[in-house]
Nanobody
Framework: QVQLVESGGGLVQPGGSLRLSCAAS????????TGWYRQAPGKQRELVAT???????NTADPVKGRFTISRDHAKNTVYLQMNSLKPEDTAVYYC????????????WGQGTQVTVSS
């Protein structure tokens, strides 16, 4: 079992920056990969960025060059640094951890709201 808590969301002006945090607890050793997803009103949830247990990262095209995913293993925390924010980045951002034991399981955080507006 893994518990995830996101933080760092809020209201920011276009062009501004935010850093989201995802703190994990529980069976941390079993986490294979962690990802950030977002969901805007009326839209399906979409992948933003992922990072594997070995540190390999991938970023979706709409945020490539602006968002960076990273980890601090000692703190059991994954971050999403968001720069040059645009109104279309407005969404609820969710952290997901994928664990591999005898099965493959996904665990989701509660989400944190990011609003980009003047």
């Amino acid at each position: 079992q893994v518990q995830l808590v996101e933080s760092g969301g809020g209201l920011v002006q276009p062009g501004g920056s935010l850093r989201l945090s995802c703190a994990a607890s529980g069976s941390i050793f079993s986490i294979y990969a962690t990802g950030w997803y977002r969901q805007a009103p009326g839209k399906q949830r979409e992948l933003v960025a992922t990072i594997t247990s070995t540190g390999i990262t991938n970023t979706a095209d709409p945020v490539k060059g602006r968002f960076t995913i990273s980890r601090d293993h000692a703190k059991n925390t994954v971050y999403l640094q968001m720069n040059s924010l645009k109104p279309e980045d407005t969404a609820v951002y969710y952290c997901k951890a994928t664990t591999v034991t005898t099965t493959v399981s996904d665990y989701w955080g509660q989400g944190t709201q990011v609003t980009v507006s003047s």
